[in-house]
């Protein structure tokens, strides 16, 4: 990566407006933990439950960012930018309908949500109420990921990131303005985050309108192609359950070694997702630029883009593997760890950052298989590759041996999306793939 080729520039263009994105919504976050603070420790509690349950809301549903992108881009391609929108406005209407079934579904069953979570009696209550006057936001909070992708597939991830930041600044401020200066409580908190969580979806929704009656798409609902949509959504909806699933099982395999492996484990798991905003953010932009490149009928111009994005996704991970390691012994005073927290978390940090270049590699191949509409094959690698990790995690007997485990995984990420990506099969050109190609 000595020379910048117009591939560089073009992944930097998308990258960098991506990874701030993603970087404003935790640090926005954590201005709500900190407003809902001040309420005492039972508002926190009630609320990291009800944020885990909207959290995995919000990853089972990603797919309607994902598969909206992918299908705008490839008509973006090959210059059908009418059709290109149309695609988009089938991904909000998917996306209005499944967010008024969250609401639907999940009104009645907070209660059981919350204790399935394992909420403590005298925070239940409160934990409810916060998840039910978050649901009010779900229909908006589901728009702005299918926004996001519509704006995504139309080679624009600068508009996002402008929505993000002043979306979640404005979260921030109505949450102040609800829990402090009208003292609502933790019911504030949670009015706030879906008033801007609708508002953002507004801003979507008028641009892709406009956008709409500018190319002269129908703004009715197109049964076929929601359908379609749905289809090719359940593809990413069984590769995003395989990941919850290794997420899961790691996090209830360290709780079982005990407190200070679990403490330690959820602060490097917590510093990973942080390194893994800024290789997500190339996979991102891997979506747009090979979707768009399929969709033009530009096959070697994908395979250069997608050689030029590897670079990046190995050159990035060595920089940030080596961060991790300079920064590793001063992480356990970050987060006030004892001495026994402290030794586990020296036990896994050099796995964390030795796994950074490969995984580098796997957030990239990803993105350029989302891009070119092959998720029938990523579901098959998902399961594949949890079924590869479930043996030795469930035998791990020491932190280490677990984060050896994730390293299992990440390889055989690596194998299957590697093998893949060498091959052909993913390069099918066109403005739709009407039959995602098979394993």
Same mark, same amino acid.
């Given at each position: 990566?000595?020379?910048?080729?117009?591939?560089?520039?073009?992944?930097?263009?998308?990258?960098?407006?991506?990874?701030?994105?993603?970087?404003?919504?935790?640090?926005?976050?954590?201005?709500?933990?900190?407003?809902?603070?001040?309420?005492?420790?039972?508002?926190?509690?009630?609320?990291?439950?009800?944020?885990?349950?909207?959290?995995?809301?919000?990853?089972?549903?990603?797919?309607?960012?994902?598969?909206?992108?992918?299908?705008? &881009? %490839? #008509?973006? @391609? /090959?210059?059908? $930018?009418?059709?290109?929108?149309?695609?988009?406005?089938? +991904? =909000?209407?998917?996306? *209005?309908?499944?967010?008024?079934?969250?609401?639907?579904?999940?009104?009645?069953?907070?209660?059981?949500?919350?204790?399935?979570?394992?909420?403590?009696?005298?925070?239940?209550?409160?934990?409810?109420?916060?998840?039910?006057?978050?649901?009010?936001?779900?229909?908006?909070?589901?728009?702005?990921?299918?926004?996001?992708?519509?704006?995504?597939?139309?080679?624009?991830?600068?508009?996002?990131?402008?929505?993000?930041?002043?979306?979640?600044?404005?979260?921030?401020?109505?949450?102040?303005?609800?829990?402090?200066?009208?003292?609502?409580?933790?019911?504030?908190?949670?009015?706030?985050?879906?008033?801007?969580?609708?508002?953002?979806?507004?801003?979507?929704?008028?641009?892709?309108?406009?956008? &709409? %009656? #500018?190319? @002269? /798409?129908?703004? $009715?609902?197109?049964?076929?192609?929601?359908?379609?949509? +749905? =289809?090719?959504?359940? *593809?990413?909806?069984?590769?995003?359950?395989?990941?919850?699933?290794?997420?899961?099982?790691?996090?209830?395999?360290?709780?079982?070694?005990?407190?200070?492996?679990?403490?330690?484990?959820?602060?490097?798991?917590?510093?990973?997702?942080?390194?893994?905003?800024?290789?997500?953010?190339?996979?991102?932009?891997?979506?747009?630029?090979?979707?768009?490149?399929?969709?033009?009928?530009?096959?070697?111009?994908?395979?250069?883009?997608?050689?030029?994005?590897?670079?990046?996704?190995?050159?990035?991970?060595?920089?940030?593997?080596?961060?991790?390691?300079?920064?590793?012994?001063?992480?356990?005073?970050?987060?006030?760890?004892?001495?026994?927290?402290?030794?586990?978390?020296?036990?896994?940090?050099?796995?964390?950052?030795?796994?950074?270049?490969?995984?580098?590699?796997?957030?990239?191949?990803?993105?350029?298989?989302?891009?070119?509409?092959?998720?029938?094959?990523?579901?098959?690698?998902?399961?594949?590759?949890?079924?590869?990790?479930?043996?030795?995690?469930?035998?791990?007997?020491?932190?280490?041996?677990?984060?050896?485990?994730?390293?299992?995984?990440?390889?055989?990420?690596?194998?299957?999306?590697?093998?893949?990506?060498?091959?052909?099969?993913?390069?099918?050109?066109?403005?739709?793939?009407?039959?995602?190609?098979?394993?």
């Amino acid at each position: 990566m000595s020379s910048m080729s117009p591939d560089d520039r073009e992944i930097l263009r998308l990258a960098v407006p991506a990874f701030a994105a993603l970087v404003a919504e935790p640090l926005f976050l954590l201005a709500d933990y900190a407003i809902v603070g001040r309420l005492g420790t039972g508002a926190l509690g009630a609320l990291s439950v009800a944020g885990t349950i909207l959290a995995t809301i919000v990853n089972l549903c990603v797919f309607l960012a994902y598969g909206t992108t992918a299908a705008v &881009a %490839r #008509r973006i @391609g /090959a210059g059908a $930018r009418r059709e290109a929108v149309q695609g988009g406005m089938d +991904g =909000l209407w998917l996306a *209005a309908a499944i967010g008024l079934a969250v609401v639907v579904v999940c009104w009645p069953l907070a209660p059981w949500l919350v204790g399935l979570v394992g909420a403590e009696p005298g925070i239940v209550d409160d934990a409810v109420t916060y998840l039910r006057v978050s649901l009010l936001g779900a229909p908006g909070m589901l728009l702005v990921l299918a926004g996001t992708g519509v704006l995504r597939g139309l080679q624009d991830t600068l508009t996002p990131l402008i929505v993000s930041v002043g979306g979640f600044a404005l979260n921030a401020a109505l949450n102040a303005w609800f829990v402090l200066g009208l003292d609502w409580g933790l019911a504030g908190s949670a009015s706030g985050t879906a008033a801007a969580q609708t508002l953002m979806a507004v801003t979507y929704l008028v641009m892709v309108v406009r956008g &709409a %009656r #500018r190319e @002269g /798409a129908s703004l $009715r609902p197109d049964i076929s192609g929601i359908k379609a949509s +749905g =289809l090719a959504g359940v *593809a990413i909806l069984i590769r995003t359950l395989c990941l919850r699933v290794v997420l899961i099982v790691a996090t209830v395999m360290a709780a079982r070694m005990g407190t200070a492996q679990v403490a330690a484990h959820g602060i490097m798991f917590q510093i990973w997702t942080l390194l893994a905003f800024a290789l997500d953010a190339i996979a991102i932009a891997g979506q747009a630029i090979i979707g768009r490149q399929l969709g033009a009928g530009a096959l070697a111009a994908a395979r250069r883009a997608t050689w030029r994005m590897i670079l990046w996704g190995i050159g990035s991970g060595v920089v940030l593997g080596l961060g991790l390691l300079a920064a590793g012994p001063f992480v356990p005073a970050l987060f006030d760890a004892d001495a026994s927290v402290t030794a586990a978390l020296a036990s896994i940090v050099w796995i964390a950052a030795v796994l950074q270049p490969a995984a580098g590699v796997v957030f990239v191949l990803d993105g350029v298989l989302i891009g070119a509409g092959d998720q029938r094959y990523l579901a098959w690698a998902a399961v594949a590759t949890t079924i590869a990790f479930l043996p030795f995690a469930l035998v791990a007997g020491s932190l280490a041996g677990l984060w050896l485990a994730i390293g299992v995984w990440v390889a055989a990420r690596l194998i299957t999306l590697g093998t893949r990506a060498y091959g052909s099969k993913w390069l099918v050109a066109g403005p739709t793939v009407a039959k995602p190609p098979a394993p």
